[in-house]
């Protein structure tokens, strides 16, 4: 099994034990005439449950590991201090919350999140991304600009996610944080596309794929 591969295995897990799972639970408990708590405490059993598996089969305990138990954890501790079903519902927050963090540190290390795109490409292609990486300050700086406009994405995510928490109706805020998700996702494809084709084109560069390359090379060869 290639890395890509498991990568999109691995997302269509995250798809169906964090998001398609979880919403079914929670709707189907509510159509029985189960309570918002409890149904929303039963929703986050499989995000829970896959973070237990993962120490099980692992046998370590990583930082996101960690930050579920612990988020989890600390929601329901805070859903019996205020006896309100909105915490739960906050949960989601401080993981957009974390998602931006991570996002925006990683304009600190040598290269930035996007950079690690490269994991759900092929062997030639993460070559090609590679090159690019090496060869290309322009397309090093757009990748680093990209970075800092997802890691700001999910702040203003994490925002509209609390005022939903805390002012919608506890029944719709669970998908609304998930069509929140998907927005949020395709509004960051549609600028990552739109400005890293406009920025490389405007220095004399283009994309092929995985590929950079010159414009000007290319009408050469």
């Known amino acids: 099994m290639t890395a890509a591969t ?3 295995r691995a997302m269509y897990r995250v798809v169906v034990l964090e998001i398609a799972g979880p919403l079914a639970i929670f709707y189907g408990l509510r159509a029985a005439g189960v309570s918002q708590w409890i149904a929303l405490l039963a929703g986050a059993v499989l995000p829970l449950a896959r973070a237990v ?3 099980v089969t692992e046998r370590r305990v990583s930082g996101i590991t ?3 138990l612990a988020t989890m954890a600390l929601t329901v501790a805070m859903t019996f201090v205020t006896g309100s079903p909105r915490a739960l519902l906050v949960r989601n927050a401080w993981g957009s919350a974390a998602m931006a963090l991570w ?4 304009l600190l290390r040598p290269r930035p999140l996007l950079y690690q ?6 062997r030639d292609d993460q070559a090609s991304w590679d090159a690019s990486w090496d060869r290309f300050p322009e397309f090093r700086h ?8 997802w890691g700001a994405a999910f702040a203003v995510d994490t925002a509209l996610r609390v005022v939903m928490a805390l002012t919608l109706p506890i ?3 669970p998908v609304l944080d998930n069509v929140l998700l998907a927005v949020t996702l395709l509004v960051l494809i549609a600028v990552q596309r739109l400005y890293g084709s406009r920025y490389l084109r405007r220095h004399g560069l283009a994309r092929r794929g995985a590929e950079i390359y010159r414009i000007a090379e290319e009408a050469r060869a």
């Open 6 to 8: 498991g990568s999109r």
């Open 53 to 55: 598996h993962g120490i």
């Open 66 to 68: 960690v930050f579920v």
């Open 103 to 106: 996002i925006l540190l990683s």
């Open 117 to 122: 795109a490269r994991t759900f490409m092929g």
């Open 142 to 149: 757009a990748l680093r600009v990209l970075t800092a406009v």
């Open 171 to 173: 029944d719709v805020v």
